[in-house]
């Protein structure tokens, strides 16, 4: 069975085996993010590296990019949760989520997650977390996405996700064009 499959067969199957895999997932989530935070100064100990920029410079990039990205994901917590879903894909809304971030962007949630991790990289002074371990996570992301959630998301939501996909970019927003002043 394909992972999308297994996604597919929890999201459609029973009330109680979806609170279990949506708590299990939202702990592995948080341990995975966790993980990566620390990993990344204990990483540049044992390659014997330093701060990747002075701490001014850190403060003034780092902590506004960490801080934006908590409250893009959360503002995009609160959508789903509002819609009677969790962002944890075994427990998702049952209608295709459209407003807020959504608007702009199919997967806000993990723009602002990689933002922050991004942003708290920038504030340790991590290279690690940074230069390697953030991308990585962004690599992992978009094959989870890709593999995973697009294909299950096209199987329960049909048409109305595919038009969806069709027309609003997967992570970042594009630039609105002004209106021509042209006839």
Request: aromatic share 8%.
């Amino acid at each position: 069975m394909r992972l999308a499959d297994f996604v597919f067969s929890v999201v459609t199957g029973s009330h109680r085996r979806r609170v279990i895999l949506t708590l299990l997932g939202f702990v592995m989530f948080c341990a995975v993010f966790v993980a990566l935070a620390l990993a990344g100064p204990r990483l540049d100990a044992a390659l014997g590296i330093g701060p990747l920029f002075p701490l001014a410079l850190r403060l003034i990039v780092g902590l506004p990019l960490a801080v934006a990205g908590v409250l893009l994901s959360s503002w995009c917590i609160v959508v789903f949760v509002s819609a009677s879903g969790t962002p944890v894909p075994f427990s998702p809304p049952r209608q295709l989520v459209v407003r807020g971030p959504y608007m702009h962007t199919r997967n806000p949630m993990v723009t602002g997650l990689l933002a922050s991790l991004l942003g708290v990289g920038l504030l340790m002074g991590s290279p690690s977390l940074v230069l390697g371990l953030t991308p990585l996570a962004t690599i992992g992301a978009v094959a989870e996405l890709k593999l995973v959630e697009e294909p299950e998301l096209k199987r329960r939501l049909g048409a109305e996700y595919e038009d969806y996909r069709r027309r609003v970019p997967m992570f970042m927003p594009r630039p609105r064009r002004a209106p021509s002043p042209w006839p």
